[in-house]
């Protein structure tokens, strides 16, 4: 079992950049398939970016793809979402979530673990 938690929200301007991080404990990270999510109230949870396990090979949602970067540090145990020219749009809680599959699904569904997530707000 592997316990995620999510830091690095908060409040910019739209333009301006966060960088998400989001600590995995009690597993080595590469183990795992790892993605971001985000979830604005009323809506379904939403995929953002996921990075394959052990290949390290990564996938992005089209409305985020050029904006933002997911890697991983394994020394770290550590996955980070690098996000740069960041839109209202983009404002959500976002979750980070791990599974011990070889696929990055892009459904909910297909994750074990799940951070309580981090509030991002980007102002106009």
């Known amino acids: 079992q592997v316990h995620v938690e999510e830091s690095g929200g908060g409040l910019v301007q739209a333009g301006g950049s966060l960088r998400l991080s989001c600590s995995a404990s009690?597993?080595?990270?590469?183990?795992?398939?790892m993605a971001w999510f985000r979830q604005v109230l009323g809506k379904e949870r939403e995929f953002v970016a996921g990075?394959?396990?052990?290949?390290?090979?990564?996938y992005y949602a089209d409305s985020v793809k050029g904006r933002f970067t997911i890697s991983r540090n394994p020394a770290k145990s550590s996955v980070f979402l690098e996000m740069n020219s960041l839109k209202p749009e983009d404002t959500a809680v976002y979750y980070c979530?791990?599974?011990?599959?070889?696929?990055?699904?892009?459904?909910?569904?297909?994750?074990?673990?799940w951070g309580r997530g981090t509030q991002v707000t980007v102002s106009a």
């Open positions: 990075i394959r396990r052990v290949s390290g090979i990564v």
């Open positions: 979530a791990a599974d011990l599959s070889s696929s990055v699904g892009r459904t909910a569904s297909s994750y074990e673990y």
């Open positions: 009690g597993h080595t990270i590469s183990a795992y398939s």
